[in-house]
């Protein structure tokens, strides 16, 4: 670790208040100048993917770049598949938070060369069916697929006709559900909801009302800790039983999310992809901050800069390397 390392880390906490950042995208001030022989670190452009913890992700990282490394930090709302088109053209850094996306790999990393994988963000995803715990108490045999199409009737909605509904959030996520409805020949329609905060809407709705609904939904969440949803069990996950999506019929596998930059971010000597490459935390960790933003109401920023005030080791730690 440099020698201004415990002296830049000291003001961590005044620092971050001091922060000027538009929310939900925009330019973040540079609060500090590089440290003496420190590359300077110039622009820095994160994709923000459309859920809550994947922005908690990326205003921490954000703010250390901004506050300790002097960067110049935008954040761009993107799609997660638009958001790795920004790789060739200097458009965007980095995706601090990638589940799986195999085949987005294979394009941008090994057949065109514009991306890198930059190892595991400490994350661990988890997506299945889930349904409110009125559900699960009052039918205990609904967690498992095979008896889903028994109630099937009572899922049916104006969106899903003569069938039962299973909700989704944002059509850009990773999802199995419409093969896997036809795969395990369940009545069952797909229905998008459109996005993290109107899945959330419908499930908390259900639980308060006893509501008829199952649907589509992830770890890490801070969700959880208001409605604890009950998994549905599908067919076990076995390594190879997801590789052609059209045949579909098991659970969804454990995701280890990495981080995905641009080959020339990761090139350039910039300090923030050191910081990058240095950025790992916990579930808990995301699920604190994402709290702070959908439960407490705080701006991305502020909610970054509580975290930061309260874990120096940590932030310590991923600057040691930048």
Same mark, same amino acid.
């Given at each position: 670790?440099?020698?201004?390392?415990?002296?830049?880390?000291?003001?961590?906490?005044?620092?971050?208040?001091?922060?000027?950042?538009?929310?939900?995208?925009?330019?973040?001030?540079?609060?500090?100048?590089?440290?003496?022989?420190?590359?300077?670190?110039?622009?820095?452009?994160?994709?923000?993917?459309?859920?809550?913890?994947?922005?908690?992700?990326?205003?921490?990282?954000?703010?250390?770049?901004?506050?300790?490394?002097?960067?110049?930090?935008?954040?761009?709302?993107?799609?997660?598949?638009?958001?790795?088109?920004?790789?060739?053209?200097?458009?965007?850094?980095?995706?601090?938070?990638?589940?799986?996306?195999?085949?987005?790999?294979?394009?941008?990393?090994?057949?065109?060369?514009?991306?890198?994988?930059?190892?595991?963000?400490?994350?661990?995803?988890?997506?299945?069916?889930?349904?409110?715990?009125?559900?699960?108490?009052?039918?205990?045999?609904?967690?498992?697929?095979?008896?889903?199409?028994?109630?099937?009737?009572?899922?049916?909605?104006?969106?899903?006709?003569?069938?039962?509904?299973?909700?989704?959030?944002?059509?850009?996520?990773?999802?199995?559900?419409?093969?896997?409805?036809?795969?395990?020949?369940? %009545?069952?329609?797909? &229905?998008? #909801?459109?996005?993290? @905060?109107?899945?959330?809407? /419908?499930?908390?709705? =259900?639980? +308060?009302?006893?509501?008829?609904?199952?649907?589509?939904?992830?770890?890490?969440?801070?969700?959880?800790?208001?409605?604890?949803?009950?998994?549905?069990?599908?067919?076990?996950?076995?390594?190879?039983?997801?590789?052609?999506?059209?045949?579909?019929?098991?659970?969804?596998?454990?995701?280890?999310?990495?981080?995905?930059?641009?080959?020339?971010?990761?090139?350039?000597?910039?300090?923030?992809?050191?910081?990058?490459?240095?950025?790992?935390?916990?579930? %808990?960790?995301?699920? &604190?901050? #994402?709290?702070?933003? @959908?439960?407490?109401?705080? /701006?991305?920023?502020? =909610?970054? +800069?509580?975290?930061?005030?309260?874990?120096?080791?940590?932030?310590?730690?991923?600057?040691?390397?930048?």
């Amino acid at each position: 670790m440099r020698k201004q390392k415990s002296m830049r880390l000291l003001g961590i906490g005044a620092a971050a208040g001091l922060i000027l950042a538009a929310c939900g995208g925009g330019d973040i001030e540079e609060a500090d100048a590089p440290a003496a022989g420190q590359e300077d670190c110039g622009d820095f452009n994160m994709a923000i993917n459309p859920w809550v913890g994947y922005e908690a992700s990326a205003y921490v990282v954000g703010q250390i770049a901004a506050n300790e490394l002097g960067c110049t930090v935008e954040y761009k709302n993107l799609k997660e598949e638009v958001a790795w088109q920004g790789f060739g053209s200097g458009e965007v850094d980095v995706v601090i938070e990638n589940w799986g996306h195999e085949d987005l790999k294979k394009k941008y990393i090994e057949e065109q060369g514009t991306a890198v994988e930059v190892g595991p963000n400490g994350n661990v995803g988890i997506i299945g069916w889930y349904v409110p715990p009125w559900l699960a108490e009052e039918h205990p045999d609904i967690t498992s697929w095979e008896n889903l199409n028994k109630y099937a009737d009572e899922f049916q909605t104006s969106e899903s006709g003569d069938q039962g509904q299973l909700l989704d959030g944002d059509p850009s996520f990773v999802t199995n559900d419409e093969p896997l409805v036809k795969n395990l020949d369940l %009545d069952f329609k797909v &229905v998008y #909801a459109g996005s993290e @905060a109107a899945l959330i809407q /419908s499930f908390r709705q =259900a639980e +308060a009302n006893k509501d008829w609904v199952i649907g589509y939904f992830y770890e890490p969440q801070w969700f959880f800790a208001e409605v604890p949803l009950v998994k549905v069990d599908l067919p076990p996950y076995e390594p190879g039983c997801d590789a052609d999506p059209a045949k579909i019929a098991c659970d969804y596998p454990e995701y280890i999310l990495d981080k995905i930059a641009s080959k020339e971010f990761m090139d350039s000597g910039s300090p923030a992809a050191d910081l990058v490459s240095a950025f790992q935390w916990t579930n %808990d960790d995301q699920n &604190v901050v #994402a709290t702070y933003i @959908a439960v407490d109401e705080m /701006s991305q920023e502020d =909610a970054a +800069a509580k975290w930061i005030e309260d874990n120096p080791d940590k932030v310590e730690e991923w600057l040691a390397a930048s």
